[in-house]
């Protein structure tokens, strides 16, 4: 594969595809495709090169099995490894508080705690520009990213809300509080969301589908609010439950 081939699949509907095989893949890390994460199978030689540069630039390497790789490869020989493109570039989230900053409004963010469907993080995603909120944070591990299915199920969203994606989700949180901006968990043992005011600086965290926010976030969080349940199933889809809190957001905050 050319390296002209190679960053045209990044380029393109700025969308992306998966680069298959090791020096495709060298070659692109080298010439600073926007690559999310590598997955690989295997140690030394080319793949230990691969590891290496990968971790120079911050990209993830998850390591994975011959099926995975020969899904993401589509056919194509990977020789024990894939890049999977990103749709969109990572901003810090330093740059997300400078949103409201420049706009003059209190910070209105997302964090998606461990979100690993690319369907519920894309809906989020679009959810989170129609109510026009500053940003979303995401952490690197155990996490969906900005790949070709985030990008269509936010139906281009992604393209222009600012997400950050972060080592360390605990440690974000606290500089988001130093920045003055209260955290929002969402919770069955929360108050009850209509009862909530939500017209401050504030970050609104969306936990995991099965689990949702994990034990070490909600001691962080300083408010825990839940949406009212009446009939025999007890939680809603991780974007759905979101899109119902962000709008309560933005109804508040049309009204102060």
């Known amino acids: 594969m ?6 045209n699949n990044y380029s393109k509907n700025n969308q992306s595809e998966n680069i298959a ?3 495709p893949v060298i070659e692109a890390l080298k ?11 295997g140690n030394g030689g080319s793949l230990s090169l691969i590891r290496r540069l990968a971790k120079d630039r911050g990209i993830v390497v998850k390591d994975t099995q011959e099926k995975k790789l020969s899904q993401l490869a589509g056919g194509e020989s990977h020789q024990g490894v894939v890049a999977v493109g990103a749709c969109g570039e990572y901003v810090t989230v330093e740059e997300i508080l400078e949103v409201s900053q420049k706009k003059g409004t209190k910070p209105f963010i997302i964090i998606c705690d461990e979100i690993e469907d690319p369907h519920n993080l894309g809906a989020i995603i679009r959810t989170a520009e129609t109510v026009g909120a500053d940003g ?9 990213s900005l790949n070709t299915t985030v990008y269509r199920t936010s139906a281009g969203a992604v393209s222009y809300v600012p997400v950050a994606r972060v080592s360390n ?7 988001l509080k130093e920045n003055g901006v209260w955290i929002y968990g969402t919770d069955a043992n929360g108050t009850d969301y209509c009862k909530t005011d939500f017209t401050g600086s504030l970050a609104l965290i969306i936990g ?4 949702g926010i994990s034990h070490l976030i909600q001691k962080k969080c300083d408010f825990m609010v839940k949406l009212p349940m009446f009939g025999q199933i007890n939680s809603l889809n991780a974007s759905v439950a979101g899109g119902i809190f962000m709008y309560e957001i933005l109804r508040q905050r049309r009204l102060s």
């Open 2 to 7: 050319s390296l002209v081939r190679i960053m």
């Open 31 to 41: 010439s600073g495709a926007n690559i999310d994460t590598i997955y690989i199978d």
């Open 136 to 144: 979303v944070i995401i952490p690197k591990r155990r996490s969906a």
């Open 169 to 175: 989700l605990a440690s974000c949180i606290d500089t």
């Open 208 to 211: 995991s589908e099965g689990f």
């Open 21 to 23: 095989g090791r020096n």
